[in-house]
Nanobody
Framework: VQLQAYGGGLVQAGGSLRLSCAAS????????VAWLRQAPGKDREFVAG????????LYDDSVKGRFTISRDNAKNTVSLQTDSLRPEDTAVYYC?????????????????WGQGTQVTVSS
């Protein structure tokens, strides 16, 4: 499966972006999907995850209440609505799939398939 993340950009603090991830070559409708991010000089971290049918969502405490993950299996896409962005949200955001229908907050549960999208938040 090939995943393409897009929707990043430059935004001022307090602004919003909608990130999306589209799969090609194979569906990921049977897999949990997560958004991960990596800021310069920092380790990659879990941001949000969603189960295969969308019934269960997980968020890192740093984005809870500001970010919303969703999926549309008919369109083979997963989105991340990012609101109230902060400079510390600046990072490359990646989408990744779990091996099964439910994921976790552990990075090892996911595999990144494609390139990420850059989000830059200015103060």
């Amino acid at each position: 499966v090939q995943l393409q993340a897009y929707g990043g950009g430059l935004v001022q603090a307090g602004g919003s972006l909608r990130l999306s991830c589209a799969a090609s070559r194979r569906t990921f409708s049977n897999n949990a999907v997560a958004w991960l991010r990596q800021a310069p000089g920092k380790d990659r971290e879990f941001v949000a995850g969603i189960s295969w049918r969308g019934g269960t969502t997980l968020y890192d405490d740093s984005v809870k209440g500001r970010f919303t993950i969703s999926r549309d299996n008919a369109k083979n896409t997963v989105s991340l609505q990012t609101d109230s962005l902060r400079p510390e949200d600046t990072a490359v955001y990646y989408c990744a799939t779990a091996t099964g229908p439910y994921g976790s907050r552990q990075l090892g549960a996911y595999r990144i398939w494609g390139q990420g999208t850059q989000v830059t938040v200015s103060s």
